[in-house]
């Protein structure tokens, strides 16, 4: 049984029976007049005093130690007792009920404290004297019986923060009341309803009205993968050297030491708890988990989310986006009615209102001709797909033309509806579309269709929004080519951006699932080059994925293709990718390969080398063949030498060191015969060869990895010299691995040896990529050395540049 003589509760207590006019930091200072002092007026006060107060009255943070010491000495507990009878006392309201309050306390807590203690509590009559006594064990029992609290992860976590709030949020204080009550008794609650109640409104506003209860507030949108979404967010210490199963553990570990001070809101969670194997575990924890979800759950602790009350409190939402509607209020009555008092179609249907200048009956006549209202069964079960669907297309309709959306706002939420639901950053979605202005976006906020989040500065289409702006806009590659042309240079990048996209990677897969194919041939390219993109960035759960959906395109290309003998080939412009309005159902040898190439990747995790060698050989004899009948160019020379790379460290693990020579050299062979077209110029030589070595660093295998590097290094210094990229990253992942094995001289070596090679090989850009990662591995080193100047030489080389 729970102990419920805390400080929390009992100063709670005197909270709730407190004068208006005597404020709570008044009381707390009075209350420790010995440490603090209770002369101040509240302008003299600074906000951090009073944050800090409300965390000691709420159970966030105990008391300070230094306080504790302050009243070692007897005499400051008469202090206190003096406190209590000339400062506190005569400003409670109810004396008698204050102390009738406190005595339950103790009471309830017999289990706990003993009958012994609580009958030298409750046998003291002086009330001053009583309510010291309370106070001096509770805030002694705190202490002894080891009270946890979390380390406070503002400057860990980077991302994730607690979403903006609805500014027209009304009502559902009894629901916060309610969450507020679970919690504090059980660490784990589901908020459920149906799609577009609230439920996600009304975890933000409790984790808002709250906030000061909690030293971390974390918030995480469910994607389908539980462990996927840890490891997703974005710690301080993340490094694009970590996969996701690193990323994740380390992650963690950090959340496993969390405790009821931390509060962590799973939004999205639309599944059965049986359908997510973590959430168990998670639920082991200590912290406190709040889940929004639209199913009906009946073995876990709920509170399910209804419609507002019609008459007050969404006539009042209604009123609040659209104010001139008050000279009509039976229209607006039977407009909520009409869309079955679903929040989220009431809001809308009032921003449509107010952006549309129409009269409320209009309004009404028009939702009534879309047939939004016809399913008038009351919705018992909340995968409501049938209602919320219909309901949302018929007003999405009516919407858009009401307000007249002209075609920019049309291509926005086509584009916008290919992207997360957890939302995309409103800058980077300005860059992407070319956008010269937000104000389209903007207007589709203020209307109600695109939602948008200020504190993390991001725009999304609520779930119901999304669907229907897919099914309404119809989007397409060529429709969506100007953002898909933005996506796809950021995938030809991967070489040089070392940052971990987990948005980008995001928004790819996504556009993956619900993007409708009207031009193959650029799309096949597109999902290409997102291979060695999600390969570097070691999100390997999805690469599978990946190449089932590249086999998909090319099967339907050449279906197509079987039927169109007049297939031309499409044009590519400077920056590499094809000109979208030339369709073609033409598949190529580089196509093949290259799906053989990555197919035999995939093999190498589950150790099928011999497989893996078959592919490459076939892939090889496609690109040879077609050289023989084809003049080379950039793209089929460079996948020629990759193939043949690839095809070296397939050897490599088989112990086959003289094949694997063999064939690394005819990699380099190759790039020097077709030097004219930039090959040499080119990195990726050994780039999937060094992903492998990485992954054996993260899965612990050392020696194995540094059996490639030694290899590779070796056959780089005889074939190429040390003055490129590759050998640095060579050095680069034997000073990381040194580094981790706690070898801190041999480390130093060969990360400054990286160092020096990627300054002057990119001499032309001092703060690139390659040159940070070293930086923060140097930095880690010298610190964790002891070699404070050195390390504080690096610091500042990483503040600089950040």
Known sequence: MRNRLTFANVIGVLLENKKKTYPQHQLVRSLFSAYLDDTLTASELIADDTTMYSRWCNGARPIPIDILKTYEDEDEWDTMEDDFRDKIIPNLLNEAQARIQMEELITDSIKTIGQEMADALIQEPDNAAFFCSVVRYAILNDHSTGALYSP?????????????????????????????????????LFITGMAGIGKSEVAKAYAQTNRKKY????????????????????????????????????????????????????????????????????????????????????NYDSIEIKELDKEKELTELFYKHCPSAKRDPDSVSAIIEEVNCHTLTVCMAALTLEASG???????????SCGIGQNMEEIEVFKDDEFSYASMIGHLRMLMKLNRLNEDSIDILRNLSLLPVSGVYKSAFKMWLELDSLKNVNELIRYGIISEDTENKTIALHPLIQEVAIAETIPTVSDCHVMLNHLHLICLAHGLDVKRPVTVMECLKSINR?????????????????????????????????????????????????????????NSDKSGTPDITQETNHISACDKALLLDYKAQLLFPRKEYDNAIKKYKKAIALMENYHKTNTADARSANLLSNLHNNLSTAYLFRKKLEEAVSELKTAFTVRREYASLGLIENNDTLQQTLSLANMLVQNKEYDSALEIIDFCESTIDEVMGRNNLDYGMCEFYRGVIAYTRSQPVIAEQHLLNADAVFHAVMNENPDNDYSKSTA???????????????????KKILISTH
């Open 776 to 794: 923060r591995y140097l930095y880690s080193l010298y610190m964790r050395w002891g070699k404070k100047e050195l390390a504080e030489q690096y």
């Open 215 to 298: 030293t971390n507030i974390i918030y995480l949108y469910y994607t389908g993968d539980l462990r996927k979404d840890i490891a997703n967010l974005t710690f301080a210490d993340d490094s694009v050297e970590m996969n996701e199963e690193v990323r994740f553990q380390n992650h963690y570990k950090v959340m496993q030491r969390l405790h009821t001070d931390t509060l962590l809101i799973l939004d999205n969670f639309n599944v059965l708890p049986k359908d997510e194997p973590f959430l168990k575990e998670l639920m082991k924890n200590d912290m406190q988990l709040l889940i929004t979800s639209r199913c009906k759950l009946k």
């Open 358 to 368: 129409m009269e409320p009956e209009e309004l009404l006549q028009e939702l009534r």
């Open 152 to 188: 406070d992860l503002s400057e860990v976590i980077l991302c994730n923060k607690l979403p903006s709030c609805n500014q027209a949020f009304i009502g559902r204080k009894d629901k916060i009341k309610a969450i507020a009550s679970h919690l504090s008794n059980q660490s784990v």
């Open 514 to 570: 619900h993007i409708i194919l009207d031009n193959r041939a650029y799309y096949l390219l597109f999902l290409q080059d997102m291979y060695p993109y999600f390969d570097k960035y070691l999100d390997t759960d999805y690469l599978s994925e990946l190449v089932e959906r590249i086999e998909y395109v090319m099967n339907l290309m050449n279906d197509s293709g079987k039927s169109d003998e007049t297939s031309k080939s499409y």
